[in-house]
C-alpha cells in the first residue's frame, strides 16, 4: 500500500510563491508517475504537472507553465510542486497523486492515478 502526504499549502499575496510537498512511502519502486492536482469549488479536478520519476520527464498544464515546477527528491522519496507568480486563479485544494502503470490517457488525466493524498489547501489573494 503507498501512502502519499502533501504539505505546505497555505496563504500567499498574487504573485507570491510557495512549495508543497507530497512525501511517499510504501513502494520501492523507482518508477512510477507522479502528480499533482488541483480542484478549486465548483469545478472539476485539473491535473497541473506531472513527472516520470525513473528519468525526470515532466509535463505541465498551459495555464503553470513557466511558473510551477515539480522537482524530486529520490533519497528522501519526495516530490515537490514549486508555484511561483501566483494568481487567484490558482487558489484550490492541490492533491498529489501516484500510478506505477503507464498513463494511458495522458501524464495529467486524474483517471490515471490510483494513489491519493488527502489535499491542501493554497489560497492566493489579490
Known amino acids: 500500500q503507498v501512502q502519499l502526504v502533501e504539505s505546505g499549502g497555505g496563504s500567499v499575496q498574487a504573485g507570491g510563491s510557495l512549495r508543497l510537498s507530497c512525501a511517499t512511502a510504501?513502494?520501492?519502486?523507482?518508477?512510477?508517475?507522479m502528480a499533482w492536482f488541483r480542484q478549486a469549488p465548483g469545478k472539476e479536478r485539473e491535473g497541473v504537472a506531472a513527472?516520470?520519476?525513473?528519468?525526470?520527464?515532466?509535463f505541465y498544464a498551459d495555464s503553470v507553465k513557466g511558473r510551477f515546477t515539480i522537482p524530486q527528491d529520490s533519497t528522501r522519496n519526495t516530490f515537490y510542486l514549486q508555484m511561483s507568480s501566483l494568481k487567484p486563479e490558482d487558489a484550490a485544494m492541490y492533491y498529489c497523486?501516484?500510478?506505477?502503470?503507464?498513463?494511458?490517457?495522458?501524464?495529467?488525466?486524474?483517471?490515471?492515478?490510483?494513489?491519493w493524498g488527502q489535499g491542501t489547501q493554497v489560497t492566493v489573494s489579490s
Open positions: 497523486a501516484a500510478t506505477f502503470t503507464s498513463v494511458v490517457l495522458g501524464p495529467l488525466n486524474a483517471k490515471n492515478y490510483n494513489y
Open positions: 510504501g513502494s520501492a519502486s523507482s518508477s512510477r508517475w
Open positions: 513527472i516520470y520519476t525513473r528519468d525526470g520527464t515532466t
